[in-house]
């Protein structure tokens, strides 16, 4: 059974810092994507990842993937309020079509 | 482009009862999905289409059926509905499988009585 873990689950920063979140999975995959959702709001798609080393960026939100180890992060840069929300990271392991979740991680960005 | 709606929004049942969650599409994406989302978690894959006139089981299908009768929709069935059923439920679409980026639904918010 697959399993995807994100760390930390409550993220409370200030603004103009930097920081990571995580997100492990126990299946060899090399699909993972990562979504926001605020508050009583359904899911947008950030980024999708879809080989070893794939970087991609949007903004002061930048995603990797590492297939090895497998992990993914998210990195934020100089956060700013409105990135308040919370950050779910998905994998969809082969055959294709059943994505498994993590918990979310929620980003409060105080001023 | 309305892109991926659904319908109702709210709804409250009491144990026992049946209901349809539609959900509709019209960006001729090949796959559906539906999730439920429950407090401080994740969403959970209840089933999903890869295609017109097919369905698959997900991660939580118990209690839930399915069908996709047209490309555009994908209609979720409780038949008897159980208070372990109160969640918020999400529907997606994509143009293809995993490679492609889901457009998520405004999700239906059911509480069972």
């Known amino acids: 059974e697959l399993k995807v873990e994100q760390n930390p689950l409550f993220l409370s920063m200030q603004e103009g810092k930097n920081y990571t979140i995580y997100c492990n999975y126990s299946t060899t995959s090399d699909r993972l994507y990562w979504y926001r959702q605020d508050p009583g709001k359904s899911l947008e798609s950030l980024f999708v990842l879809l080989s070893n080393g794939a970087v991609k960026q949007e903004g002061r939100l930048m995603a990797s993937l590492d297939t090895k180890a497998r992990l993914s992060t998210l990195h934020i840069t100089a956060a700013v309020h409105d990135l308040s929300a919370t950050y779910f990271c998905?994998?969809?392991?082969?055959?294709?079509?059943?994505?498994?979740f993590g918990d979310g991680t929620t980003l409060t960005v105080k001023p | 482009n309305a892109g991926v709606t659904q319908t109702p929004k709210f709804r409250v049942l009491k144990t026992g009862q049946s209901m349809t969650l539609l959900c509709a599409q019209d960006?001729?994406?090949?796959?559906m999905y539906w999730y439920r989302q429950d407090p401080g978690m994740g969403l959970r894959l209840i089933h999903y289409s890869v295609g017109e006139g097919t369905t698959a089981k997900g991660e939580v299908p118990d209690g839930y059926n399915v069908s996709r009768l047209k490309k555009q929709n994908f209609l979720l069935g409780l038949e008897s509905a159980a208070p372990s059923q109160t969640s918020v439920y999400f529907c997606?679409?994509?143009?293809?499988?995993?490679?492609?980026?889901?457009?998520f639904g405004p999700g239906t918010r059911l509480t069972v009585l």
């Open positions: 960006m001729n994406h090949e796959y």
């Open positions: 997606a679409s994509s143009y293809q499988g995993s490679t492609d980026t889901q457009y």
């Open positions: 998905a994998v969809d392991p082969r055959p294709a079509g059943k994505s498994t």
